[in-house]
């Protein structure tokens, strides 16, 4: 086994070999002819000149070793179903789809959006697109109509797939309703709507519009619908995420590079091997739910669970018991979860046969110090940490223990990942920092490494003005996240840029704030936010949720309280950075995928409009604070 240093630096150094070799992890019709085209940077083109498949990659080809093995394991605790398909039933399921989509005009470079809950239908809609070299557009099942329909707007899918209803903590959560809205909302107009009736809602079909799945797969049980080659730069699918301003951006991922870069990531960050089973707690309207819940493992060949429902019920033991069942050896989910289960009954963890797990990776927001001791206290089971975006689609910093095991250290999620060029530059001069525990913005130098995005769907010019072009005097793909390195080369990540606060001119990330509130022995979470102030330009305020709750009505100890906090951050950073209050609630805002709606809270306290709150988990939770504040600081 090579070092990881080693390995990293041919990745960089050796670009182009070091990809063709990985490349030999997934199926080509044609071989890539040029491994990576840099002429019009910050474009980069992977594997030009070679044709393949995702769905192929994802499915087809493991019909010949392991047809009969577990492939796609459907669990919802919702509606107390749980269906295993394998490689060979997935396989016709996806023809079936497949065939449906052509029947109703759907054919390669066409857009298909999928609004859709936690359902093994979602997955085999998505698997049917590229299969038959269309793009997909998934569409959180949380969003509402007006969400909807500036995705569907932008995208201009030629038939959307969805459902009568999800379903969340036991009661039944309408999509049809929603779509109809958005669709009549939307300048563009699907000429087909395919929809899951699950029984849930009753549902008013549009005549000529609205089909249903049932009957529509029933035409098809044993059509065989080919792959359709494609080139390895034609687009598989787009997923938007919101800016800051504007409208949320379609980022847009290849065929080829994508491929290549799940299959390695499985190989050597993952460490998942054939016929095993792999279990992402996320969802498929998020990156981390089609690189790691629909991709990435069945590319690699091992099972993945699809779960719908929370992670506490019908008790905080739900997961675990998954993990005992399915023999599962990789897990994958969000420090926002870890949180949750941390407030459940310890005994829970103990209680199921956990042996086969391996790794337990979280992405999705950095990892509190706290919490990461928490869990691997209890579970004595290597935990990696993982950052990355949806732009990049996989990990840009984390720890690659398949190539060579490397401890963890609390609070960073490792070490820059192979193929990712990343600096550490000053964001005033565009100098790089090389020192250890300098801070800076955290950039990677072009070529992005294969499976990144190509480009923002349809605009060329935003993906440039975005990403590339924040840090002077350097063409380099900003993060928009302050880091440190220390000697040994692990990063922790501070906070963003767009979220540093200044205090009377000296420049803080809210995550460092955060980290020392969340010391304090009686704080399960924290949010910090910069709210305008008249003498100091910016105040930090923070808002935290207690593990005893009991004293939220005793004025005195909050009071007190306050002060024990106060301190702490004092003692840790310093006077300078401590918030100006800090405010006790009982939840903090968060999206149903579990972010920190930081922005919303900054607004509310400065008394400015939040924006869409439409992902929004808990309304309450943002008046609460707005009560708290008064409209101001």
């Known amino acids: 086994m090579s070092s990881y240093a080693d390995f990293y630096r041919r990745s960089i150094d050796d670009r182009d070999a070091f990809w063709a070799e990985q490349a030999r992890l997934i199926d080509w019709q044609t071989p890539p002819q040029t491994i990576c085209d840099y002429s019009k940077p910050p474009f980069a083109k992977w594997f030009v000149g070679g044709t393949t498949n995702l769905c192929h990659n994802a499915v087809d080809r493991h019909l010949k070793d392991r047809a009969d093995q577990p492939a796609l394991i ?72 007006g969400s909807l329909a ?78 359709e080659w494609v080139d390895a730069t034609h687009p598989s699918y787009t997923l938007y995420t919101s800016g800051t301003t504007g409208k949320p951006k379609g980022v847009q991922r290849d065929t080829g590079g994508y491929a290549v870069a799940l299959a390695a990531s499985m190989k050597h960050i993952y460490d998942g091997r054939p016929g095993e089973t792999y279990f992402s707690t996320s969802d498929i309207g998020w990156v981390v739910g089609h690189s790691y819940i629909i991709y990435g493992p069945l590319i690699g060949g091992m ?41 459940q009954d310890p005994a829970l963890l103990s209680k199921y046969d956990l042996s086969s797990l391996r790794t337990l990776f979280l992405a999705g927001e950095p990892l509190d110090e706290p919490t990461a001791q928490w869990i691997s206290g209890l579970k004595d089971k290597p935990i990696i940490d993982s950052y990355w975006h949806t732009e990049t689609g996989w990990p840009i910093l984390t720890l690659c223990n398949g190539v060579e095991q490397a401890p963890s250290k609390f609070g960073s999620p490792g070490k820059a990942v192979y193929g990712y060029n990343v600096k550490l530059l000053d964001d005033q001069t565009g100098a790089e920092l090389t020192g250890a525990n300098q801070k800076g913005v955290v950039a990677i130098e072009g070529p992005l490494p294969p499976g990144c995005m190509q480009t923002v769907w349809r605009d060329d010019a935003r993906f440039l003005n975005t ?90 100890a909050l009071l007190k309280l306050e002060g024990e906090v106060m301190k702490l951050v004092d003692g840790s950073l310093g006077a300078v950075a401590r918030p100006a209050r800090v405010r006790f609630v009982h939840t903090l805002p968060k999206t149903r995928s579990g972010k920190l709606l930081r922005r919303a809270v900054q607004a509310v306290c400065e008394g400015r409009d939040p924006g869409d709150l439409t992902t929004m988990e808990d309304p309450t939770a943002l008046q609460q604070i707005k009560d708290m504040v008064g409209g101001k600081a």
């Open 303 to 343: 099972a993945t669970i699809m779960y719908e429902g929370l992670p506490t019920r019908p008790d905080g033991g739900i997961w675990w018991q998954l993990v005992e069942k399915y023999k599962v050896t990789v897990m994958f989910s969000a420090p926002t979860a870890v949180r949750v289960l941390k407030k």
């Open 467 to 556: 990403y590339w072009s924040s840090v002077p005097n350097k063409l380099v793909y900003s993060t928009f996240d302050w880091g440190i390195r220390d000697e040994d080369g692990y990063y922790f990540i501070l906070g963003r840029t767009d979220d540093v606060i200044n205090v009377a001119g000296h420049r803080l990330g809210t995550r460092e704030i955060e980290e020392a509130v969340a010391s304090h022995p009686n704080i399960a979470e924290v949010a910090v936010v910069g709210v305008a102030d008249q003498l100091k330009g910016q105040v930090a305020m923070a808002f935290a949720v207690l593990k005893d709750a009991s004293i939220l009505g005793d004025e005195a």
């Open 74 to 145: 459907f669990v919802s605790t919702e509606t107390d179903q749980e269906k295993v398909y394998t490689f060979r039933e997935l396989h016709a399921e996806v023809q079936r789809m497949a065939a449906v989509l052509k029947d109703l005009g759907v054919g390669k470079g066409d857009r298909v959006l999928i609004y859709m809950p936690m359902i093994a239908e979602a997955a085999f809609a998505m698997l049917a697109c590229v299969r038959i070299g269309a793009l997909h557009s998934v569409v959180f099942g949380g969003f509402a109509s």
């Open 150 to 227: 500036t995705r569907i707007e932008d995208a201009e899918p030629k038939v959307i797939v969805s459902a009568d209803a999800g379903s969340r903590g036991g009661k039944a959560v309408p999509y049809k309703p929603l779509l109809d809205e958005a669709i009549r909302l939307s300048k563009h107009k699907p000429g087909a709507v395919l929809l899951v009736d699950r029984g849930l809602v009753p549902m008013t079909l549009e005549a000529g519009r609205d089909r249903l799945w049932a009957a529509e797969r029933d035409k098809h049980l044993n059509t065989q619908v080919p792959c």
